[in-house]
């Protein structure tokens, strides 16, 4: 996944990178969205050495991309079906009236549980480099306004 964008600052070997929103990551949640500015508020690794008001190339390798949608989407949909099939299996079996109603419940449960688990493991998916996006080139120096 390519993109480009404007450095608004630089913190170390890491680059906070604003890039307008498209149709492709519009309803991710990985990247931050600035609610003024309407762009994406992206954390890129400075292998560029780029500095603020650059703008700059992003990359993303594609396996690390859908990897990382397949922890956001994937993990909590796969959930919610294990708790609804095996809800549907144990409450039939239980001969309850509305089994149906409580395999969604369970179902549900299970994914709200997956999405806390997550949640609570988001400072290890930030930190790790393979799930964030690299500054590969700078395509023009410096005189890029910073919003």
Do not use: Q, W
């Amino acid at each position: 996944m390519n993109a480009t964008g404007v450095v608004v600052d630089v913190e170390n070997e890491k680059a906070y990178v604003h890039i307008s929103r498209n149709t492709a990551c519009e309803n991710c949640g990985a990247c931050h969205f600035d609610e003024k500015t309407l762009n994406l508020k992206v954390t890129a690794i400075n292998h560029a050495n780029a500095i603020v008001g650059d703008r700059v190339e992003l990359s993303m390798e594609n396996v690390n991309f859908f990897r990382a949608s397949f922890f956001l989407y994937g993990v909590p949909l796969i959930a919610l079906l294990i708790g609804v099939f095996s809800g549907v299996y144990i409450f039939e079996k239980m001969n309850l009236e509305l089994y149906d109603i409580y395999a969604i419940l369970l179902g549900m449960l299970f994914m709200a549980i997956t999405y806390i688990i997550l949640r609570k493991n988001k400072d290890k998916f930030e930190d790790n480099t393979k799930y964030m996006s690299v500054i590969t080139n700078v395509l023009h120096h410096g005189d890029f306004p910073v919003v």
